[in-house]
């Protein structure tokens, strides 16, 4: 039971290049989350998906895209990477919204 | 955005001490939660209370919450340098996204 997983681990891009990070979960959970966490911020909610087929827009979603693949995986796609994307990112899963949610180890993402 | 705001936003304190922290929130809330999160990783839930509940105990954590003041605290008896993280409240108003506070930034020293 591997819990939630992310791929990769650590990117760097330059700007205008684009990628999707990856995230799976083996909870049966049904909904998933994508957050960015800047120093000084906290957790920033992007995007999430409450059930398989349906996606959210966060606090924060401009230039970020997501699928829900299924129930399982949940991606997160920049279309043309920008400096400010520069960011650690976190996928979490969860029962249903409001629930104890369940971490992944992080994405750390720099764009130059 | 009814965002937790965590107080104080670092604390450091000797091993074998008690650590508080607190988080205000804004509006009304269903449940409130709290996280760790060592430095490098992913964020590890410790207690969940909801706005019915006034107190909940887990090992050595006690949570409170007193809606009439929209805030939890979250007290940690005998720190162990292990207990070194940053710790989060979060919040939601009902089958909706957590909302997460900015974090309290915790240093056991041994």
């Known amino acids: 039971n591997a819990g939630v997983t992310q791929t990769p681990k650590f990117q760097v891009l330059k700007t205008g290049q684009s990628m999707t990070l990856q995230c799976a979960q083996d909870?049966?959970?049904?909904?998933m989350y994508w957050y960015r966490q800047d120093p000084g911020m906290g957790l920033r909610l992007i995007y999430y998906s409450a059930s398989e087929g349906t996606t959210d827009k966060g606090e924060v979603p401009n230039g970020y895209n997501v699928s829900r693949l299924n129930k399982r995986e949940f991606s997160l796609r920049l279309e043309s990477a920008a400096p400010s994307q520069t960011s650690v990112y976190f996928c979490?899963?969860?029962?249903?919204?409001?629930?104890?949610?369940?971490f992944g180890p992080g994405t750390r993402l720099t764009v130059t | 955005s009814q965002q937790g705001e965590e107080d104080p936003q670092a604390l450091s304190i000797q091993e074998g001490e008690n650590a508080t922290m607190n988080c205000s929130y804004k509006t009304s809330i269903n449940n409130l939660q709290w996280y760790r999160q060592n430095s490098g990783r992913g964020l590890v839930h410790l207690i969940l209370i909801r706005s019915n509940e006034r107190e909940k105990h887990s090992g050595r954590l006690r949570v409170t919450l007193d809606t009439s003041k929209k805030s939890s605290s979250l007290l940690i008896t005998a720190s162990r340098a292990a207990d070194t993280a940053s710790y989060f409240c979060?919040?939601?108003?009902?089958?909706?996204?957590?909302?997460f506070g900015k974090g309290t930034r915790l240093s056991v020293i041994a």
């Open positions: 909870m049966n959970h049904n909904s």
């Open positions: 979060a919040t939601d108003e009902g089958n909706t996204p957590l909302v």
């Open positions: 979490a899963s969860s029962g249903q919204g409001g629930s104890e949610q369940y």
